[in-house]
């Protein structure tokens, strides 16, 4: 099976940055679909950014827009968040994601759509 394993979370002040990196145990191929979730207590999992490889498509949470972006490197199997202007409300548990599909504006962040996941990272912005 695929595996997915994360890193790169912390603690950081608001406004601050991190970096987060989610290395597949296997390639990743053209017209797979990889991306971000994040959970915080007592709320759903929502996708936060995702990027098909092959394409140029990127999709973003409205929340996140102008401060996350995402992006990956296949040579490694990596996908990275560099997450900057961090809030408090970005504080969650990070997961990454993996779908043989090729994702799009309607689905990226629906959960279903992916079959592989990471143990997450947590990450923690005080104000």
């Known amino acids: 099976q695929v595996q997915l394993v994360e890193s790169g979370g912390g603690s950081a002040q608001a406004g601050g940055s991190l970096r987060l990196s989610c290395t597949s145990s296997t390639e990743i191929y053209t017209g797979d679909s990889m991306a971000w979730f994040r959970q915080a207590p007592g709320k759903q999992r929502e996708g936060v950014a995702a990027i098909v490889t092959g394409g140029e498509s990127t999709y973003y949470a409205d929340s996140v827009k102008g401060r996350f972006a995402i992006s990956r490197d296949n040579a490694e199997n990596t996908l990275y968040l560099q997450m900057d202007s961090l809030k408090p409300e970005d504080t969650a548990m990070y997961y990454c994601?993996?779908?043989?599909?090729?994702?799009?504006?309607?689905?990226?962040?629906?959960?279903?759509?992916?079959?592989?996941w990471g143990q997450g990272t947590q990450v923690t912005v005080s104000s």
């Open positions: 994601a993996r779908s043989y599909l090729s994702c799009s504006e309607d689905n990226w962040s629906d959960t279903t759509e992916y079959r592989f």
